[in-house]
């Protein structure tokens, strides 16, 4: 396998939530190339992800000695330390509750996002994890916790929803699904407002599938991910 092979190996495997398998594939490629600072960075966040913190923090030290103005290296070690060593296993995926996404007719609708954001920003997601609206005039975004920019739910549905909550409905969001150029997220209804107390939030099926993508946005592509290694900073 090519060192561009094994990349792409290693971004598959974290976009499948498969951390072991990205830690070997990564593991391959510094065996080749030991600076190859995408690949360090790619190790140092699975073995995170596993709870092999100490490890990880020794691939993103690495990482800053050779990069010392490295972002993605530098959050992580801050994210490290800010954490308190009885907590540090609040880094690893959580089990996700069977309850997450039970369907509801009316109350509940899987949603593949449009215009989403670069593989790099995906791969640092996990199934089961909280997103959250911003509104827009005319559009909805999805974002994580700390803001970054996920995607957009289709523009008839934003119109929809948008309705809704300006009438007092309020709505969860999970991650559902992650592919390498698909997001696809769980939306609940969990309050009704008034206007609409007797209205339904969906119709029909329970997955939506958007039938136009109307306009493009870089927003996605311009924002880096400060937490996930970025393929274009392999040496």
């Not at 309850?99 to 954001?117: M, Q, R, Y």
């Not at 609206?133 to 948008?162: M, N, Q, V």
């Amino acid at each position: 396998m090519t060192d561009s092979t094994l990349s792409d190996a290693a971004v598959t495997a974290a976009l499948s939530q498969n951390w072991q398998e990205a830690i070997t594939v990564n593991k391959k490629i510094l065996q080749e190339s030991p600076k190859n600072i995408g690949a360090l960075n790619r190790l140092g966040f699975a073995l995170l992800k596993t709870g092999k913190i100490l490890q990880g923090k020794q691939m993103f030290e690495k990482v800053l000695k050779l990069d010392s103005y490295n972002r993605i290296a530098g959050n992580n070690i801050k994210k490290i330390h800010a954490m308190k060593k009885n907590c540090m296993d609040v880094i690893r995926d959580c089990p996700i509750s069977p309850l997450l996404f039970l369907e509801e007719p009316g109350k509940t609708k899987i949603v593949d996002c449009v215009n989403i954001a670069s593989t790099q920003i995906l791969s640092a997601l996990s199934c089961g994890q909280e997103v959250f609206f911003k509104l827009k005039k005319h559009s909805i975004d999805i974002r994580d916790a700390k803001g970054t920019y996920i995607g957009a739910l289709p523009d008839d549905l934003s119109f929809k929803l948008l309705m809704f909550i300006k009438a007092g409905n309020r709505y969860s969001a999970h991650i559902k699904r992650i592919a390498k150029s698909c997001v696809s997220i769980f939306i609940r209804e969990i309050h009704r407002g008034k206007k609409f107390q007797n209205q339904s939030s969906f119709s029909g099926t329970t997955s939506y599938i958007p039938y136009a993508h109307d306009h493009e946005t870089t927003e996605g592509r311009q924002k880096g991910d400060l937490d996930k290694p970025n393929e274009e900073e392999e040496h």
